[in-house]
């Protein structure tokens, strides 16, 4: 009788004290399993760790996120979220939708969040007007890398037109170098594809066909132009690029195997890992035309029981917005902080350029979520385009039957 007295009373103390001093944890599912990409969640981990966090690290591999998005649809059916989750653009809203995301409203205010994003950002992480989701950065898609050393051996500059870029590519094939680094994946041929489609098609041509689904702008002449460009480059890739992961297709301009690559500047962060230098091993631009594809990586938390977690989630979110978090962990990452407040100091000139070109873009409405990288639509959406767009690079499909099915496949996808 005693003892079950005794029973009765320590669990009570022991509740009530979990629920005033909770232990912060998070189960974390993101994709960042490449070189640099995990020097850069490790930041997280560390700090997470350093202010009491307990962290359970879910990485599924996968560049991109498409396996990632699996799994998660996975575990939420099975009744068994994660507590927080690398989410971005209307996905966030469409989990929201569903019904299980937690609002993380209380730690965005007191964090003062509205004053230190930009309003671009901002409303990528609101759900009905309350905060759902984290910013960690600012990727940027629309960058061509290459391997110095070998531009120069063979008397090349960086392209400034899609002409300049076919040129250099005949040269260097003539040459015995391979031109472009791919890895032919779906979401890689995505990255290329849309990169060019916002150098042909212009910014507004952007807009209309990837934001506002236009089909005059999908079926234009001007898209036919964008497949026939993606068909040009069909014939610089090497035959061994199928399948091949995004971070070993940098290690092949890395090593001189390859000229250049079309890539997000999350590239950046495994040229940096390997200790290359920017402006001597490597070169940036942004691919020839004008405009700036953004990709913001972002943390949603999942509705979960249990108040452990959610310590776990408000510490979490807290940290990913912070100033000293921002700047180190895209100092790995590649990208720019989302945050406007962050110095960038420390920065390299490629994140330099890629801050000045979104200013300048955000000014001049050239501004453009990417749709390679689920920023633009919906997952039903960007899914039915990239399809057609993967369909024609590995085949022989006209640009005038990918463009007809580019249409079809958008209007089927409501
Ligand atoms: C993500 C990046 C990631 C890349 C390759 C992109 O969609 O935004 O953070 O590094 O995929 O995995």
């Not at 671009?120 to 290459?146: E, L």
């Not at 050393?149 to 170098?177: C, H, Q, R, Y």
């Not at 920065?347 to 330099?352: G, Q, V």
């Amino acid at each position: 009788m005693k003892m079950t007295a005794f029973a009765a009373v320590s669990s009570i103390a022991l509740f009530s004290a979990s629920s005033v001093l909770a232990n912060p944890e998070a189960e974390v599912l993101h994709w960042w399993t490449s070189g640099g990409e995990a020097k850069s969640v490790a930041v997280l981990q560390q700090e997470f760790a350093d202010n009491g966090g307990t962290w359970t690290d879910m990485p599924v591999a996968g560049g991109g996120g498409d396996a990632a998005m699996t799994a998660l649809r996975a575990r939420v059916l099975a009744g068994n979220a994660p507590t927080a989750v690398q989410l971005k653009g209307p996905a966030i809203q469409e989990w929201y939708e569903e019904g299980v995301l937690a609002d993380i409203s209380s730690v965005a205010e007191a964090e003062g969040w509205a004053d230190v994003l930009p309003a671009s950002i901002a409303d990528h992480m609101k759900c009905d007007g309350t905060w759902c989701a984290a910013p960690v950065n600012v990727h940027r898609v629309d960058w061509i890398w290459a391997n110095t050393d070998v531009l120069e051996a063979n008397d090349i500059e960086m392209p400034t037109s899609w002409d300049e870029f076919n040129a250099a590519a005949e040269k260097l094939m003539a040459a015995g170098v391979i031109p472009l680094a791919h890895g032919g994946q779906a979401w890689q041929d995505a990255t290329v594809f849309e990169a060019v489609a916002l150098g042909i098609l212009g910014a507004d041509g952007f807009r209309k066909a990837f934001v506002e689904l236009d089909e005059a702008t999908l079926t234009s002449d001007e898209m036919i132009a964008v497949f026939d460009q993606m068909r040009t480059m069909r014939g610089f890739v090497d035959p061994n690029f199928s399948g091949r992961d995004w971070n070993l297709a940098t290690a092949m301009v890395m090593n001189g195997e390859a000229a250049f690559q079309i890539m997000g500047d999350w590239a950046k962060g495994e040229f940096m890992a390997a200790g290359k230098v920017p402006g001597e091993d490597f070169l940036c631009a942004s691919t020839p035309g004008d405009g700036f594809l953004y990709n913001v990586d972002s943390f949603a938390m999942f509705d979960v029981d249990g108040e452990d977690k959610k310590a776990g989630q408000d510490l979490l979110a807290k940290l990913i917005v912070g100033e000293s978090f921002q700047e180190v962990f895209n100092l790995n990452k590649g990208s720019i902080p989302a945050r406007t407040d962050v110095s960038l100091d420390a920065f390299d000139s490629c994140a330099l350029l890629s801050s000045a070109d979104m200013q300048a873009s955000s000014d001049n409405g050239s501004l453009l979520p990417s749709y390679a990288h689920g920023m633009a639509l919906r997952g039903a959406q960007s899914g039915a385009i990239t399809d057609v767009v993967t369909a024609h690079f590995n085949s022989d499909m006209s640009s005038a039957e990918a463009v007809a099915q580019l249409a079809q496949a958008v209007a089927n996808s409501y």
